[in-house]
């Protein structure tokens, strides 16, 4: 029986080269994995344990689709990063079991609103506004572990409007992707279907209307956006 007051909102997904759609649950991210871009946020690239956000599942923009420049800022931002999506879930996931736990991977961009996650830390505030917008995550194509393998090196770049802005290696990640698996899978119970973005390399800036995102990942994949 449909006893729902208002309409259910509709399933989030995103294509799966081959074929396919990978419904998303939800969309968790890493903070300064990088140490490069810890270093360039102020951040010191110790190893300290990694943290962790979010952003409704809804925040996601497939298919090579506009991002609106949002609202309420003057300074949104690039961050080109690997983004991992969780087949199996789990809680106090091993490290070496991390990827059992793997679907595939793909590009991703955590767009951010730097004035408002600046703000956010100096007034010891939530970072949500700053991160959780609307078409704040654009992804690319997911590409199943069963093709690619789990990369852990390969070039990450980004270039808008055609000029190199990012341009890292897997290999520095502070964090590896089983890591971070293993630490998220501690606060949270992971399930089939969630999304973890895991940081971006140095270079971040900022974005205007009009520019034109083309990121690419070695042996990864692209994710590709038009700022609107
Ligand atoms: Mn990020």
Redesign the pocket.
């Known amino acids: 029986m449909n006893d729902f007051v208002l309409p259910p909102p509709p399933i989030v997904a995103a294509p799966v080269a081959g074929g396919g759609r990978f419904p998303i649950r939800r969309i968790f ?3 300064q ?1 990088y140490a490069a871009h810890s270093r360039e946020m102020g951040g010191d690239p110790a190893r300290e344990p990694p943290f962790f956000f979010s952003k409704p599942a809804d925040t996601l923009v497939t298919g090579g689709a506009d991002a609106p420049y949002p609202s309420a800022t003057q300074n949104l931002h690039h ?1 080109i ?1 690997l983004v991992v999506a969780i087949a199996a879930g789990g809680v106090n996931i091993a490290a070496s079991d991390a990827e059992k736990h793997v679907f595939g991977y793909a590009a991703g961009l ?1 767009l ?1 609103r730097r004035d408002l996650q600046a703000q956010a830390r100096e007034n010891r505030r939530p970072w949500d506004m700053s ?1 959780a917008f609307d078409f704040s995550a654009p992804l690319g194509l997911i590409h199943p572990a069963v093709k690619i393998g789990h990369p852990k090196a390969g070039r990450i770049a980004l270039k808008v409007n055609g000029d190199l802005r990012q341009n890292g290696d897997l290999s520095d990640l502070i964090w590896s992707v089983t890591e971070v698996i293993a630490a998220l899978s501690r606060y949270v119970a992971l399930a089939p279907g969630d999304l973890i ?1 895991t ?2 390399p140095a270079g971040v800036g900022p974005l205007a209307r009009g520019d034109v995102l083309e990121g690419e990942i070695e042996r990864v994949g692209t994710v590709t956006t038009k700022i609107v």
């Open positions: 991210c890493v903070g994995n961050e990063e955590d951010t991160k973005f940081g971006t």
